[in-house]
């Protein structure tokens, strides 16, 4: 089965876990009145205002990451501006949600919340978000549907030109991990696309201990 046909085959044609949006974490009109910061412009914050998702971005992404200085409102500011972002379809502020959630070191740490924003964002096409919300339902493995939505994301952060997410899935197939049926053959095919993409590692180790795997050619 060669990459492009796995990704499009009927085996991941599945319904993907819903997860609702926690009430907490919806956008609300209760933003902090912004203060003057030289991290964005003063168009982005009229922007910001009136509406524009990339404009909040912008500015949630200034105050949470520390470049607006010190303050007892930045973090509340920043989460505030990104909810809105994220609400107005920004996936980059989706995805910055849900990496704030899952660390926890400026959050409370919230498994549901995490993985409520990074879906967002996989489904607005982030690749990056894809990855991480297919490595949170493998870890999770709560049922065979996280098993199943593991790998479509995955997958779909791979067809995305995520080159570790096609090594990942590559080695699930060869060691035959975390529930996923030990196919030699298609970890190689896998494997393959990850260097196509530009592996962030060399895979020559990986590729033959597969090999030595195969009875018949692949």
């Not at 909810?83 to 959050?107: C, N, P, T, W």
């Not at 964002?121 to 593991?150: Q, V, Y």
Request: aromatic share 10%.
């Amino acid at each position: 089965m060669t990459f492009v046909s796995f990704l499009s085959g009927a085996v991941f044609a599945t319904a993907i876990v819903a997860f609702t949006l926690p009430s907490a974490a919806r956008p609300t009109s209760d933003i902090p009145a912004p203060e003057r910061c030289e991290a964005y412009s003063e168009a982005d914050l009229k922007s910001a205002i009136e509406g524009d998702a990339r404009a909040q971005f912008i500015v949630g992404h200034a105050f949470v990451m520390g470049l607006c200085g010190p303050s007892d409102t930045a973090i509340e500011q920043g989460l505030s501006w990104l909810i809105r972002a994220s609400g107005s379809g920004d996936k980059h502020a989706s995805f910055v949600l849900g990496k704030l959630y899952e660390q926890g070191d400026m959050v409370q740490p919230s498994e549901e919340q995490s993985m409520a924003y990074y879906k967002i964002a996989a489904e607005a096409g982030h690749p990056a978000a894809e990855h991480a919300l297919g490595m949170r339902l493998l870890s999770r493995r709560a049922s065979d549907e996280d098993l199943e939505n593991a790998l479509y994301w995955l997958g779909s952060a791979a067809s995305h030109g995520d080159a570790f997410s096609a090594a990942v899935v590559g080695f699930l197939y060869a060691r035959g991990m975390h529930g996923v049926r030990q196919q030699p053959c298609l970890a190689l095919d896998w494997y393959e696309a990850s260097e196509l993409l530009g592996a962030p590692f060399p895979l020559d180790n990986f590729r033959a201990e597969v090999s030595a795997l195969t009875v018949d050619e692949c």
